[in-house]
C-alpha cells in the first residue's frame, strides 16, 4: 500500500527567504507525485508532478519540487516566499501502475510573515 | 476551461431532508470524483466514476447516493444524513481514469461546505 508522509504541520516563513515543505512517500515500484495547494474555502489546486525524467519539477507560482528516489523524498520548494503563498499544502501519490485512487499527505500549513 | 464548478457553495440541511449536490466539468475528462474534507485534514475519497460508470465505492454509508448521468455532470443525492457528516465536499475530475493506468491530475471545484443539522 502506498503512503505520504509530511512531516511538518506548520512551517513559518518570513517574506522573500525561500521556502521548503517536506514530503517523503512509500509506494511499490515508481511513484507518480503531485503536490496541491488549498486556500481557505477554497477546492485544491493542482501546483506540478514527477512522472519520470528530470529530477527537479517546476509548477505554478514559481513553485518547484526535486524528487529524490534514494531518500522517496519529493519536497517542495520555492526561491522566494510571498505572503499570498500561505495556504495548506498537500502531497499525493499514486503507484507506478497509477491504478489505485491517490493517497493524500495529512497536510503542512503554510504561513509567510511579512 | 479548465474548470469544474459546483453548486451550492454552502448548504445547511436537516437531517430528515433530501438535497443533492451537483458538480460539472467541460474538460472532456472521463473520471470524476467525490471527496469529503473535514477541518484541516485531506480529502477523503468517497466514489469514482470511470467513463460514466462507478468505479470505486470506498465503503461509504448509502445515506450518500452519487449519480453520473453524462460525462459532463456528477451529482450526490443526500438523505437522512447525521451531523457528522457535516464538512466541505470536493468533485474533482482527471483526464482519465485510474483504469487507463496513467499519471493524470486530478482538478478540483471548490467545493460544497455542507451543515447538516
Known amino acids: 500500500a502506498q503512503s505520504v508522509a509530511q512531516p511538518e504541520d506548520q512551517v513559518n516563513v518570513a517574506e522573500g527567504n525561500p521556502l521548503t515543505v517536506k514530503c517523503t512517500y512509500s509506494?511499490?515500484?515508481?511513484?507518480?507525485l503531485f503536490w496541491y495547494v488549498q486556500y481557505p474555502n477554497r477546492g485544491l489546486q493542482f501546483l506540478l508532478k514527477?512522472?519520470?525524467?528530470?529530477?527537479l519539477v517546476k509548477g505554478s507560482y514559481g513553485f518547484e519540487a526535486e524528487f529524490n528516489k534514494s531518500q522517496t523524498s519529493f519536497h517542495l520548494k520555492k526561491p522566494s516566499a510571498l505572503v499570498s503563498d500561505s495556504a495548506l499544502y498537500f502531497c499525493?501519490?499514486?503507484?507506478?501502475?497509477?491504478?489505485?485512487?491517490?493517497?493524500f499527505g495529512k497536510g503542512t500549513r503554510l504561513s509567510v510573515i511579512a | 476551461d479548465t474548470e469544474v464548478t459546483q453548486t451550492p457553495k454552502h448548504l445547511v440541511m436537516g437531517m430528515t431532508n433530501k438535497k443533492s449536490l451537483k458538480c460539472e466539468q467541460h474538460?472532456?475528462?472521463?473520471?470524476m470524483y467525490w471527496y469529503k474534507q473535514k477541518a484541516k485534514k485531506p480529502p477523503e475519497l468517497m466514489f469514482v466514476?470511470?467513463?460514466?460508470?462507478?468505479?470505486i465505492n470506498e465503503s461509504v454509508p448509502s445515506r450518500f447516493s452519487p449519480e453520473c448521468p453524462n460525462s459532463s455532470l456528477l451529482n450526490l443525492h443526500l438523505h437522512a444524513l447525521q451531523p457528522e457528516d457535516s464538512a466541505l465536499y470536493l468533485c474533482?475530475?482527471?483526464?482519465?481514469?485510474?483504469?487507463?493506468?496513467?499519471?493524470?491530475?486530478?482538478?478540483f471545484g471548490p467545493g460544497t461546505r455542507l451543515t447538516v443539522t
Open positions: 509506494v511499490s515500484g515508481n511513484p507518480y
Open positions: 466514476y470511470s467513463y460514466e460508470k462507478l468505479s
Open positions: 499525493a501519490v499514486l503507484n507506478g501502475r497509477g491504478n489505485t485512487p491517490l493517497v
Open positions: 474533482a475530475s482527471s483526464l482519465r481514469p485510474l483504469e487507463a493506468r496513467g499519471h493524470y491530475e486530478q482538478y
Open positions: 474538460m472532456g475528462h472521463r473520471a
Open positions: 514527477y512522472i519520470t525524467g528530470d529530477n
